[in-house]
């Protein structure tokens, strides 16, 4: 039983830990210091997932109540409520001091707010694949790399996006209304990978097929970002 935890901690963590230290050395100068992005991914692993959890649960039941189908239930819970309240706690990761004192560049807010989503992504991946354990080796296999890149990717974009929000109304002085567009950016991302992923209409294996390749695309987009920013901070 130790030894089968051990194992799931190991599939759960290392590949979000090996993608958070992937996009913290995507910026060339002045790299952020390591604390402050471990303590985002920290956040992102213990408090947002607890506070999404009672979240949700909080409003899954006026859902329950108003809806007798299950399944037409769990997919407005997926599409709906699930990016919603997860976009909204991974990124206060950022409001801590030692995250927030060390957020002194626009590409900062997109490494913070990845790192918060890898964290979450790695705790919610403990939880997936220790429910899968006993659907047999193939699915479980299959569940693994759905969330080593799916799932991790895309919980990094999003969850990225909020940051560079949030790091540009900090550093620019704006309003904190600022943020509310990026924020809606973040949910939109998160909204769409799960619904595809829910939607059979085109075929399970075409729907992931798909939310892998908008989740590559993604984090593409905002590596790209990190490098540009960090380009023209060295002008």
Known sequence: MVL????????????????????????RYEREPWKPVLLSFAWGATVAIIASLVLEIVLSI???LSIDEY??????AAVLIAPFV????????LGMKSVRTNLDELEDGLIYGAAAGLGFSATENLFYEASFMSEGLLLF??????RTVGGCLLHASATALTGYGYGRS???RR????????FMMAVGAHAFYNFIVSFELIGALA?????????VLAIRFIRKKIKALDRENER
């Open 170 to 172: 900090l550093l620019e």
């Open 62 to 64: 006026p859902l329950a």
């Open 86 to 93: 997860e976009e909204f706690t991974k990124p206060l990761a």
């Open 207 to 215: 729907g992931i097929g798909i939310a892998l390749l908008f989740a």
């Open 71 to 76: 399944t037409v239930q769990s997919f407005i």
């Open 4 to 27: 089968q935890l051990l194992i799931l901690l190991f599939i759960a963590f290392l590949p979000p830990l090996f993608y958070m230290i992937w996009i913290r050395n995507t910026e």
């Open 175 to 182: 309003a904190f209304s600022s943020v509310l567009p990026f």
């Open 141 to 146: 296999t299959v569940l693994v790399l759905i």
